[in-house]
């Protein structure tokens, strides 16, 4: 099937600094990207995303970016905080389908 | 609402048997999906239900692997006979109607499942 990778496994920031995670898709009949987050122990949890017409997206703290000519998408988090630290997956949902395709994830540590 | 509710959180079991993981989907959701999660291929969709119909199934491994939605609250997956190589976590996942942005798909805690 269609791949949702991202290209950084790891990322490492310190306390107050900007974040951005990124991800690559290669289905472009994608309706919907959608960013998870999950911390140790916990399924994922929604964060923001955003519809393939649009190429920005703000939320609290974050910010989703599309480009759909790259087939690129970026979740940038303003002034990191410690409880920022999680594995961050990107997502995508076909515009024939429901079910939610993931990425492999990036860790995000965050340090004092 | 309490959320999606998975059983058991933890299961250690010997190879060769049965294992029944449980979901109960958040109330009013029709849509439920079982994703697998592992260090190597990360999070993978296993089967999903609407309104207790199977929609999908391609992503289930082997006949070993199966999943019913008798009722609108509840699902189970059932792994046998278990091998090592199923060890993994599962997760139950529900949503309201098709996805549009405004109904998420909703995650449990998980079932970590060990298999030895």
């Known amino acids: 099937g269609e791949n949702v990778g991202l290209h950084l496994p790891t990322l490492s920031v310190q306390e107050g600094d900007n974040s951005i995670i990124n991800c690559a898709y290669s289905n472009s009949a994608s309706d919907y990207f959608i960013w998870y987050k999950q911390e140790s122990g916990k399924g994922p949890q929604f964060i923001i995303d955003i519809r393939s017409n649009m190429d920005k997206r703000q939320g609290q703290r974050v910010t989703v970016l599309l480009n759909k000519t790259v087939k690129h998408l970026s979740l940038q988090i303003a002034a990191t905080q410690p409880g920022d630290s999680a594995v961050y997956f990107c997502a995508e949902i076909p515009f024939s389908g429901y079910a939610l395709n993931f990425g492999k994830g990036t860790s995000l540590l965050v340090t004092p | 609402d309490a959320g999606v509710i998975q059983s058991p959180r933890h299961e250690v079991t010997e190879m060769g048997q049965e294992v029944t993981l449980r979901c109960k989907p958040i109330?009013?959701?029709?849509?439920l999906f079982w994703y697998r999660q592992t260090m190597m291929r990360g999070l993978e969709l296993l089967i999903y239900f609407n309104n207790n119909v199977p929609i999908d199934d391609s992503g289930m491994p082997e006949d070993r692997f199966s999943a019913k939605m008798p009722n609108a609250s509840f699902s189970t997956l059932k792994i046998q006979p278990s091998e090592p190589r199923d060890s993994a976590v599962y997760f139950c996942?529900?949503?309201?109607?098709?996805?549009?942005?405004?109904?998420?798909?909703?995650f449990g805690a998980g079932s970590r499942l060990t298999v030895l």
């Open positions: 109330s009013g959701h029709d849509y």
């Open positions: 996942a529900s949503s309201l109607r098709a996805y549009s942005g405004a109904n998420v798909l909703t």
